[in-house]
């Protein structure tokens, strides 16, 4: 059967038929035609945002003679701001009147593209005698997760570190809500600043004046760097997300905090 199939090669072969070919046969153009060779289909989004599936990033089908000018005419994709469930939030502002946090509930917040805070709580001072500096804006999500951080961790470690009459006076932060994408940039996903999840901690003032600045402290010996590194394992316990100045450059100067809802409950901590 083999032999005779080489055979039958060989006779084609010398009669000059044409084999067929495996995979994608390149177009060729007709003679005497003015018609442009169509272009091979990209594999990936063009840089009107569609692909060579026919459909937008956001997953919509384009029409038929679908031009870059009607792209530009669409108006940008709403996002919508998450809406607080009602029963959730009155605990929440429960459990932080409970804690002593002094705050106010404000207006809500959209500014456009996602940036917005359902219900917003503005905050002065996390624990009695703790104030936060400048006072931020946030979720209560957010707000609770700090004051038990500062609670139950943040200022026994304080103690432990510098001494039994040590008290947290300030905590002072970089950053509350803002409108912007992570890490400032002008491209990629939307900040959790932006939806009042995040709160990022430049310092730490206690009740003799002293100041602990946040900074990269992974090779530093002395007790400012046993307490740094010390509260920011324990605040994988509360947020769900925990950067420091180890983590990146972007970073070098505060630690973020955030509750970013993530599936089965995953953390992401460095």
Not at 73 to 89: G, L, R, W
Request: proline share 8%; with cysteine; aromatic share 4%.
């Amino acid at each position: 059967m083999r032999q005779a199939g080489i055979i039958l090669l060989c006779s084609l072969l010398a009669s000059g038929a044409t084999l067929p070919r495996h995979g994608p046969v390149p177009v060729e153009k007709p003679e005497n035609s003015s018609e442009p060779i169509p272009a091979p289909k990209p594999d990936g989004p063009t840089d009107n945002g569609s692909s060579a599936t026919g459909k937008m990033e956001s997953g919509r089908d384009l029409p038929p003679g679908w031009k870059d000018d009607a792209l530009d005419a669409m108006p940008p994709a709403i996002v919508e701001i998450e809406k607080e469930d009602p029963t959730a939030y009155a605990s929440c502002l429960d459990a932080l009147r409970t804690l002593g946090a002094s705050f106010t509930e404000a207006a809500r917040i959209d500014d456009g593209q996602g940036c917005g805070i359902d219900k917003p709580i503005e905050v002065t001072e996390i624990l009695p005698g703790v104030s936060l500096k400048p006072q931020g804006t946030m979720r209560c999500e957010t707000a609770l997760a700090l004051a038990r951080w500062i609670r139950e961790t943040a200022a026994p470690a304080a103690k432990a570190a510098f001494g039994p009459d040590t008290a947290i006076a300030t905590l002072n932060q970089a950053s509350s809500y803002v409108c912007r994408l992570r890490n400032n940039g002008t491209t990629g996903k939307i900040s959790e600043h932006a939806r009042g999840n995040a709160i990022d901690i430049a310092s730490f003032g206690l009740k003799d004046g002293k100041t602990i600045d946040i900074q990269p402290r992974d090779e530093d010996g002395t007790l400012n760097g046993a307490f740094q590194r010390a509260i920011t394992a324990t605040a994988c316990l509360y947020f769900t997300t925990v950067l420091d100045p180890g983590s990146d450059a972007a970073h070098e100067t505060h630690l973020h905090f955030d509750v970013i809802d993530r599936k089965n409950g995953y953390r992401y901590c460095r």
